[in-house]
């Protein structure tokens, strides 16, 4: 069977760029038991590509039937493959080992998930294979980018969507009118046999995708385009043009796509703002960015969120400042301006309101949710300040789940819930690493930091015992939970080194969660909302999002 046949049309992911190349050749599964029934190798790493790192190899996810993952001995060698869940098939997505250099996933609503590849050496995009499509599509170059840079690409509803520049630039460039931006190209490659990749007219300095953070579909192409005179166009998810506004230095979209906050080009140092509602195309006037000079990171990497705005929803917005203080909030509808809470520090917006950081004794790092609905502050984290790093919890109705880090680790705290009507903490499990999945009885698959090099132990931990039982040890840290099958995963330091699979033990008590099975999954991305539906790549801030 094809790879490519057992591919999920389940949830749209940007996946990595991987470098290709190497042998494809490898072991078979050392196992013919599938469900396996202890630990087994399904794919042997070839002899010449032991991996010299394990950073690079954490991207393995699991897509319907189909585990894909990464490897290599290093950057110019790795090599994208796609996995039978029984191991009985196992083979790199690009047919020879030159034909590109680096992978992308994208598609379209019509086409499903696409693999594409990318050449180095002449900028040809060569289209692999269409992976809910039955067979091994021939590889097809559909269009070359040779005196340009890809920056990224975008899943449209009918084509797909690539941006690129002339050169790109290693430093931080702000995406505003009239500051030195990067220039952006976009292009464009329909979905039907033949179409090849087509360079749209302009240049531009911003373009902005609907949002699959906020569960919003894909649109026919672009929903926003800035140019660095200052045009702002504006389109609907349809593609149809809807606004054009002149004279923009910077615009963002709302997370709902039912408005549009704009600042307007003036004197580079105190800016008009306004926020458009796109069915009406009324302008409302907010609170000037008195810090455009400093804003977007011109001048400091470090103040890049300066002079953006966080949403909650789409109907209150908050202006953020230096050192991302919270400079003024309004009501979308209105332009009515609420009372802030004084000296805070925003750390971003959700249907839930604004999390802050609140100003606090050195010895303290305390954070609250603030509603501007009805103005409630709640103070939910108060910790000494070696718990600086506040991540946003996950939240399951009163009840609030919190991974409160080590002292010396992002990757790894105690996991604690959190009483929203009294703000008490409970404390439900001394350690537990990102990622990690709760099954429905109840048990949690985590990773667990066990050596100095990153590798991690995977264990499966009961929070009625505290037991922890060890899956595996020395392995790479991402890993992929299958119902029936168990915890996929990749040794890159042993002496089998490849693709592994972990049964799991049987649960000593009955079901005890009140969730679905995965609602409370934490990926390795912490500070970033992720598109619902996504298994080993949620987070707690798209948690707290929904």
Do not use: K
């Amino acid at each position: 069977m094809s790879s490519s046949a057992r591919v999920l049309s389940s949830a749209s992911v940007l996946l990595f760029l991987a470098p290709a190349c190497g042998d494809d050749t490898a072991d078979g599964p050392e196992s013919a038991v599938c469900p396996a029934d202890a630990p087994t190798r399904l794919w042997a790493s070839p002899a010449d590509q032991a991996p010299a790192l394990n950073g690079h190899l954490q991207d393995l996810f699991v897509a319907g039937d189909t585990v894909y993952f990464r490897w290599g001995a290093d950057i110019p060698t790795w090599r994208m493959y796609a996995a039978d869940l029984c191991g009985d098939e196992v083979a790199p997505v690009d047919p020879t080992a030159d034909l590109v250099d680096r992978f992308m996933l994208s598609g379209t609503d019509d086409l499903g998930r696409v693999a594409f590849g990318f050449r180095e050496r002449d900028g040809a995009i060569v289209q692999l294979d269409r992976l809910e499509v039955e067979g091994l599509d021939d590889p097809v170059e559909v269009g070359r980018i040779s005196d340009h840079d890809l920056m990224g690409w975008s899943r449209g509803a009918h084509a797909m969507y690539f941006t690129t520049t002339p050169g790109r630039d290693s430093s931080w460039v702000p995406s505003a009118a009239g500051v030195g931006a990067q220039p952006l190209t976009l292009w464009r490659l329909g979905g039907e046999p033949g179409d090849e990749l087509e360079r749209l007219p302009g240049e531009f300095v911003d373009i902005g995708f609907s949002d699959p953070f906020a569960g919003e579909p894909a649109g026919a192409g672009p929903v926003f385009t800035l140019t660095d005179a200052g045009e702002l166009r504006v389109y609907d998810l349809q593609g149809d043009e809807i606004a054009v506004i002149e004279q923009v230095r910077h615009a963002q979209r709302a997370p709902g796509g039912a408005r549009l906050v704009w600042q307007q080009l003036g004197d580079g140092e105190v800016e008009s703002t306004f926020v458009r509602d796109l069915a009406t195309g009324v302008d409302t006037e907010l609170t000037a960015n008195a810090h455009t000079a400093a804003s977007w990171g011109r001048l400091d990497f470090t103040q890049r969120l300066t002079g953006t705005w966080h949403w909650v929803d789409d109907d209150w917005l908050g202006l953020v400042g230096p050192d991302g203080t919270l400079v003024a909030v309004h009501d979308a509808a209105t332009g009515e301006a609420l009372e802030v809470p004084a000296h805070t520090e925003v750390l971003t917006g959700s249907t839930h309101g604004f999390w802050l950081r609140m100003p606090s004794d050195p010895d303290e790092t305390v954070a609250a949710l603030w509603n501007p609905r009805d103005g409630e502050l709640f103070e939910w984290y108060r910790q000494p300040s070696t718990y600086e790093f506040i991540r946003l919890p996950m939240i399951d109705g009163d009840d609030w789940y919190y991974l409160r880090n080590d002292q010396n680790s992002f990757n790894r705290g105690s996991w604690w819930r959190i009483d929203r009507t009294t703000g008490a903490w409970t404390e439900l499990l001394p350690t537990l690493g990102v990622p990690f999945h709760e099954l429905e009885d109840g048990r949690i698959v985590t990773s667990l930091e066990n050596s100095e090099d990153a590798f991690v132990r995977i264990a499966v931990v009961d929070p009625a015992t505290d037991v922890y039982t060890t899956l595996a040890e020395d392995v790479v840290y991402g890993f992929a939970y299958v119902p029936e099958h168990g915890v996929y995963y990749l040794d890159a330091e042993g002496p089998d080194l490849g693709l592994w699979v972990a049964p799991l033990p049987e649960a000593d008590t009955q079901a005890r969660s009140l969730r679905a099975p995965g609602l409370r999954d934490g990926g390795p991305l912490l500070t970033g909302a992720q598109p619902p539906g996504l298994p080993g790549f949620t987070s707690f801030a798209g948690a707290a999002a929904r």
